[in-house]
């Protein structure tokens, strides 16, 4: 394994928010499907233990000794202290702890991951935070004809249950810990979002408790096929409206558009191989010039290989630009092993980055992949693939990090004025955090074959999205680690006062990597708020949902929805 696969930690694939629009429960009866449920409606799904009784949520109150290890997420730069924290097991138990909030004139917030970037979920304001890790269970409903996944489940959680009991998956992030609250809600992609879409692609149904005008709270379920039209709507804000704005989703249901059968056939079937590549390039060998045709080459090659169904279509990759303090470059790039000419499309996308580099050597085969001095490729099962590339770097699920992150949505390849400051600043003697860089990921194929208004997701043909981001471990290190983050979107994205505005050549911003400076004019000087470059043109559509189904304004931080 290299220093470089060793020291990353590919943050960008599974980054959600876990928050307020977590998931949960347990499938319902067969029978028992309603379109509004009612404040009742959590009683279908109760927990029970080994002998069937009732199994009661938690509360956790400051004396108890699990306190401290509830009141922060995976940011150790945003802390809470909340009254308590509420572990409900069921949609009944989540109804119950919203209304007491609701009652109380209390300020609630929500978790299933804990990944989320910035405070959205831990910060001074919240009194109740409502944490869905007991909410974890994954099933196939009868009554619905799709997969239950609970808020509080894990991405891993949901891999292994629907691979090992179906064959079947989702296409969502790396990150094993990641809520599939967050996640979801904000449209997440991940290793094979170009082969299949984005998780939002696949989603059938939702369960929301929500809080109407007059105070009252109640759960619905809102399907992509609910006939009527409020709750489609509420259905299409959590395909990518973000976590924290319209209630809490304490279920959501899985089923592809369009299919029928069994539950083998209702989901993406996962494949049964990958190659999984993993790429090396000392900084010592990289100059300017050869750096600038890197980047160049990887954005050219998803714009000339774009196209849904084909197998360098369904190819993804990770191109880690580390800061030089690091030592190395590298990429991760993963491709089904069942694909036609799936390994010369590998081989040759792999030697391209080599020779862009200026760094093509003596070659070797593995796998039926070409692979040279730089690259490793390892033919493996999907599953166990998929646990690997989430488990090998440390700081990946390392829980005692604080970070940054800035993202930025690209429909070409990275212009030269860009690439010129990202070198400036990747190649910098200030001295940042060793695990500082921009990662760029691939986008395109089967994510730019849906309407940017069919879901909340609008940025449906951009080829990459890229995250500039910092981790660290010391508070004194803060400021120089911020600062650096700041200072190099600032200048990649120069042109168009400080980030990227949607135009020909970028598209905004991705909700699920919030950033809280771009609601601040110090740091956002285009004339494009912070809505616009999360949403675009789809954002008036989900502040009337907001006005609709939230019209309190109980689920909210710094960027929810506005009223």
């Known amino acids: 394994m290299t220093n470089e696969i060793k020291r990353r930690r590919f943050v960008g694939a599974g980054s959600g928010i876990a928050l307020a629009t977590a998931v949960g429960g347990l499938v319902q009866a067969p029978g028992a499907r309603a379109a509004d449920t009612g404040a009742g409606a959590g009683r279908l799904a109760e927990a029970t233990d080994a002998i069937g009784a009732q199994t009661a949520g938690v509360t956790v109150a400051p004396a108890d000794p699990r306190y401290p290890d509830l009141t ?40 299933s991951g804990g990944h989320c970037f910035e405070d959205f979920v831990f910060n001074a ?31 891993l959680d949901v891999y292994e249950a629907l691979y090992e009991g179906w064959g079947v998956t989702i296409p969502g992030g790396i990150c094993h810990s990641v809520g599939v609250g967050g996640h979801i809600t904000g449209g997440g992609f991940g290793n094979l979002s170009r082969q299949y879409g984005l998780t939002v692609d696949h989603l059938h149904a939702v369960e929301v408790v929500v809080v109407a005008a007059d105070g009252s709270v109640r759960s619905v379920i809102a399907a992509r096929d609910s ?9 299409w804000a959590h395909t990518g409206g973000g976590g924290g704005s ?47 045709r890197l980047v160049t080459y990887w954005g050219q090659w998803l714009e000339r ?29 993963q491709l089904d092993a069942s694909l036609p000419d799936a390994a010369t499309v590998l081989s040759d996308f792999l030697a391209g980055m080599d020779q862009a580099l200026g760094l093509s050597s003596t070659t070797r085969r593995s796998s039926g992949v070409v692979d040279s001095a730089y690259t490793t490729t390892r033919l493996l099962p999907w599953l166990r693939g998929t646990r690997y590339i989430g488990a090998i770097s440390p700081t990946q699920l390392d829980p005692t990090t604080r970070s ?49 208004t069919a879901t909340a997701v609008a940025q449906r043909d951009a080829i990459m999205k890229t995250n500039f981001e910092s981790l660290w471990y010391d508070t004194k290190d803060d400021a120089k680690n911020i600062a650096w983050v700041r200072n190099a979107f600032r200048d990649v994205y120069a042109d168009t006062g400080g980030v990227p505005v949607p135009n020909g050549v970028t598209d905004g ?43 309190r304004d109980v689920f909210r931080h710094r960027q929810s929805v506005r009223l």
Request: hydrophobic share 40%; with cysteine.
């Open 404 to 452: 940054i992150h800035k993202s930025s949505h690209l429909r070409t390849a990275t212009p030269q004025r860009q690439i010129d400051a990202m070198y400036r600043n990747l190649t910098s003697t200030d001295g940042p955090s060793a695990l500082t860089g921009i990662v760029l990921s691939a986008s395109g194929g089967r994510i730019a074959s849906v309407s940017p």
């Open 125 to 155: 304001d919240v009194k109740i935070n409502i944490k869905l890790s007991l909410m974890n269970q994954v099933t196939f409903d009868t009554s619905m004809n799709a997969f239950c996944v609970g808020g509080g489940a894990t991405l």
């Open 72 to 111: 922060s997420g995976m940011n150790q730069r945003w802390q809470a202290r909340p009254d308590k924290i509420v572990l409900p097991r069921t949609t009944a138990e989540v109804v119950t702890a919203v209304r007491e909030a609701v009652a109380a004139g209390k300020r609630l917030s929500v978790c």
């Open 246 to 292: 319209f209630g809490i989703v304490t279920r959501f249901w899985f089923r592809t558009p369009g299919a029928t059968g069994g539950p083998e056939t209702l989901l993406p079937k996962a494949p049964s191989q990958i190659f999984l590549t993993l790429a090396n390039w000392p900084w010592e060998k990289v100059t300017l010039d050869g750096f600038s």
């Open 227 to 235: 006939a009527d039209a409020r709750l489609r709507d509420l259905f």
């Open 509 to 551: 911003c991705y909700i699920n990597y919030p950033d809280g400076d771009l609601s601040d004019p110090a740091f956002n000087a285009s004339a494009v708020s912070w809505h616009d470059l999360y949403w675009k043109g789809n954002y008036a559509r989900l502040q009337r949902i907001k006005r609709d189904w939230d019209p």
């Open 305 to 333: 290989n774009n196209t849904a169904g084909t197998t360098a279509g369904s190819l993804y990759s990770w191109l880690l630009l580390n800061h030089r303090d690091s030592g190395s470059l590298g990429a991760v790039v």
